[in-house]
């Protein structure tokens, strides 16, 4: 996401302009700088890849509903509450860990968010990729397209468990078509937005 911000930011949007390497440099150094320091303290690329997976799953689903309820709560629109969680392993979990396997068993309302923009990210992809091939406009479309691989890379178990597993830690059917059909009323506003 960096690189994304980054470039929306300072509206870079060409391959070629001289500070996509800028950005893309730091954005590369940070994801490296994290891979060695997870090496030296013992981990393996699997354990770096997890923790930026983790890392985006608690930015899209925790982080967001804690900011709306904090936000909620000082405007007086929502009372502070707590609501405790099961936090006991059992045997399913301690395999699926074993496996290197994400658990995905809790509430759809951290679930929907994170396979909504995972199908977003999914569709933006292959609609770029078709462009691409279309139109061959790599010059503006190289950045997006590598970044929306990379968001494909990083959430590839959301897509695992959503469409191949079949075990107890997977994404169900109702939350995958839920996701699916708000992702699709999405694209179909940001399509009208955009013919604006």
């Given amino acids: ?12 949007t ?30 393996s690329v699997r354990t770096w890849l997890n923790e930026q997976r983790i890392w985006k799953i608690k930015w899209l689903a925790i982080y967001a509903y804690g900011v709306l309820d904090s936000v909620l709560t000082k405007l007086r629109l929502r009372k502070a509450s707590f609501i405790p969680t099961n936090k006991a392993e059992d045997k399913d979990t301690v395999r699926l860990y074993e496996k290197g396997k994400f658990d995905f068993r809790t509430s759809n309302m951290f679930l929907v968010p994170l396979v909504t923009v995972v199908t977003l ?16 406009n790599w010059d503006t479309m190289f950045a997006q397209a590598v970044l929306s691989f990379y968001g494909l890379i990083m959430s590839f178990p959301v897509m695992d468990a959503m469409l191949l597993r079949q075990d107890n830690g997977c994404i169900p059917l109702s939350t995958t078509l839920t996701s699916t059909m708000t992702a699709l009323v999405l694209l179909s506003f940001g399509h009208l937005i955009l013919l604006r």
């Fill in 14 to 43: 060409q391959v070629s302009d001289t500070f996509f390497t800028a950005f893309a440099f730091v954005f590369i150094s940070s994801l490296l700088k994290l891979l060695c320091e997870v090496i030296v303290t013992g981990g």
């Fill in 121 to 136: 990210n999914l569709c933006c992809f292959v609609g770029g990729v078709a462009r691409l091939a279309a139109v061959g």
């Fill in 1 to 12: 996401m960096t690189l994304f911000v980054l470039c929306v930011t300072f509206n870079i």
